[in-house]
């Protein structure tokens, strides 16, 4: 019998092939986590501080419910067995540590899937792995934010509500040439930024390459600018860039920024854009969750 799944043809004689007791171990491990995570999030809505983070929570939920529901169904066309879920860990009763414990969860469950995609030699399991790995970063990049929000972490920002990403992330509709503009402040934002870190702590290579990406950003959205007869904005983002007193500081600020910075595609991605904006705030997007993982592995070595 064959059908598509995932745009992938999908054949219970192909996947039975494919058996290995390694990989049968992982997906029960994947199983599992999502079980976990379905539950867990669950509990989180139900304490959470805001109806935004509420919604956003349960649509997480319905993610890892559709990720359970994939790796159950490849686990019996492997086995030809039911998997039989159990919840491994515990979530935590308040919502601040759960939160915390769901982010840092994601962030391990990316790399899990990763290997997983990269151990299989089965391409439909190989692209669900994949996918549900870009999900789950997604899903961390969130749960950063609820932290951040909360201010957890201590940053060093003092960017006005209206300019770059805090200012897209605040509107309650926007133009194509808002978007272009909130995205060109916000990347100079981010190259002063870092710039100013450099010039305070020395040469940090996280944030020497990835002021270059920066750069890099700016001059692909300049094009856009003359394309569509948008007037490109005055550089005034040194003004809004405060000095960090720490290295430790600098990193969490960045974090933030790349969070928000995320967050500020995503927006713009959820509206109808002609197909060149699209794919360059698509690339944006995600060359600012590497900028992220980086500054993150930065935050940890630093605390």
């Known amino acids: 019998m064959h ?8 054949s219970h004689t192909y996947l039975r092939n494919t058996f290995d007791v390694s990989l ?23 304490m959470a501080k805001s109806q ?23 686990y019996r066309e492997l086995t030809g067995r039911q998997p039989v879920a159990e919840n491994i860990e515990k979530c935590p009763d308040q919502y601040q540590e759960g939160v915390e414990f769901a982010f840092r969860d994601e ?52 960017q006005p509500s209206n300019y770059g990403a805090k200012g897209a992330l605040n509107a ?34 996280t944030f020497a390459q990835i002021k270059e ?5 700016i001059y692909a959205l300049l094009p856009l600018f003359e394309k569509y007869q948008v007037t490109i904005p005055e550089d005034i983002s040194q003004s ?18 790349e969070v928000d910075n995320i967050a500020m595609y995503e927006k713009f991605l959820a509206y109808e854009l002609p197909n060149d904006i699209s794919m360059v705030f698509t690339q944006l997007r995600n060359a600012s969750k590497n900028h992220l993982a980086a500054f993150e592995r930065g935050l940890g070595r630093n605390r």
Not at 25 to 46: F, H, M, P, V, W
Not at 52 to 74: A, C, G, N, Y
Not at 175 to 193: G, I, V
């Open 107 to 158: 962030q391990e469950t990316v790399d899990f899937y990763l290997d997983i995609a990269d151990k299989s030699q089965n391409p439909v399991i190989k692209e669900t792995f994949r996918r549900a790995a870009a999900d789950e970063q997604n899903h961390a990049v969130w749960f950063l934010y609820f932290l951040l929000n909360k201010q957890m972490i201590p940053t060093a920002s003092r």
């Open 240 to 257: 809004f860039v405060k000095t960090p007193g720490s290295v430790k500081a600098a990193f969490a600020a960045s974090v933030e920024a």
């Open 213 to 217: 990406a920066e750069l890099r950003h």
């Open 52 to 74: 935004v983070e509420k919604d956003q929570i349960l649509e997480i939920r319905q993610d890892e419910i559709r990720h359970f529901e994939e790796f159950s169904r490849i």
């Open 172 to 205: 309650t509709s926007l133009t194509l040439p808002q978007m272009l503009t909130f995205a060109l402040q916000d990347e100079h934002l981010a190259q002063s930024r870092y710039k100013n870190v450099l010039q305070t702590f020395g040469d940090i290579r």
């Open 3 to 10: 059908y598509f799944y995932n745009n992938y043809p999908f």
């Open 24 to 46: 049968i171990t992982d997906i029960q491990k994947a199983i599992n986590g999502e079980y976990g995570a379905i539950e867990c999030y669950e509990q989180l809505s139900r």
